[in-house]
């Protein structure tokens, strides 16, 4: 009986593009404190491959990938308090207005976008057409991203950063900032780009960490927070930051979602007592 039904759902998917199908489902609501709603936008889901991890011994990869691979995503975090939104992040632009849609908000309602950082997988909704998707939005990121990516050789944060030229907001992470008021705090964790930044939602006493690309592979990294991935700028710092923030979310119990965790619910991070991290979705 199990079997058929898989086959049935085999079947389904086999008819109705996947893109349609997460569209048209709606997100679970995540609730920070009293007023605040998330939900977690997943664009992508699949495996990934260990080929993007940088020196992983090959111990790790049978331990923790033997098939040379791990569960993979990519996200991008709604929030809403009262009647203000702000999106985290916009995925590639594929399902996140469908996934707004059917939670009853429109591109017009985003008060404020604040990036992590510019790459394509985290801006592509950013413009539609060429045009800002976001008419009403004010978009936040680190002044360090933003000098990083307004070089020559980044045409896609180029044109973002044009078409949303007078309401760009820079962020120095430990300076006090408008964001904040909103209730995000920016939090430093350079290394996969030059000034990756973290948001920490809080509403009262609760809070919720959205680490945007702190990991790419949850299977590896958790349990071996000192292997970066190829498309960290600088795995070191990358690594150093990674191994920070994960000693302060288990130690304070932080829930947290992030970009590339397979999971559209807060997961907790906890010592596995040897030298790394488990996670487990709550
Ligand atoms: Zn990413």
Request: glycine share 10%; charged share 20%.
């Amino acid at each position: 009986m199990k079997k058929r039904m898989m086959m049935g759902a085999a079947a389904l998917l086999a008819v109705t593009p996947l893109a349609a199908q997460q569209a048209a489902q709606k997100p679970e609501t995540i609730r920070v404190g009293t007023a605040t709603e998330v939900w977690v936008l997943q664009e992508t889901s699949g495996q990934g491959n260990t080929g993007v991890l940088v020196d992983a011994p090959a111990r790790v990869l049978a331990d923790h990938a033997p098939d040379g691979t791990f569960p993979n995503a990519t996200n991008a975090v709604l929030v809403r308090r009262g009647d203000d939104v702000t999106l985290i992040d916009a995925g590639y632009g594929r399902t996140i207005f469908e996934k707004m849609a059917a939670l009853g908000i429109a591109p017009e309602d985003v008060d404020r976008v604040l990036l992590t950082h510019m790459h394509g997988d985290h801006i592509g909704g950013m413009l539609r057409d060429g045009a800002r998707a976001f008419p009403n939005a004010t978009v936040a990121l680190s002044q360090r991203e933003y000098d990083h990516f307004s070089g020559p050789g980044n045409e896609g944060a180029a044109r973002v950063f044009e078409a949303y030229k007078g309401s760009l907001e820079m962020l120095s992470p430990g300076e006090i900032t408008s964001p904040m008021a909103q209730g995000f705090t920016p939090i430093a964790a350079y290394g996969h780009t030059p000034g990756h930044t973290m948001f920490m939602i809080r509403d009262g006493y609760e809070q919720l960490l959205v680490w945007g690309d702190l990991t790419h592979a949850m299977a590896i990294q958790m349990p071996h927070p000192e292997i970066s991935v190829r498309y960290d700028s600088d795995p070191a710092v990358a690594r150093d930051n990674r191994i920070a923030v994960l000693r302060a979310v288990a130690a304070e119990r932080t829930p947290v979602v992030g970009m590339h965790v397979a999971a559209t619910s807060p997961g907790q991070v906890s010592d596995n007592g040897e030298g790394g991290y488990d996670f487990r979705v709550r």
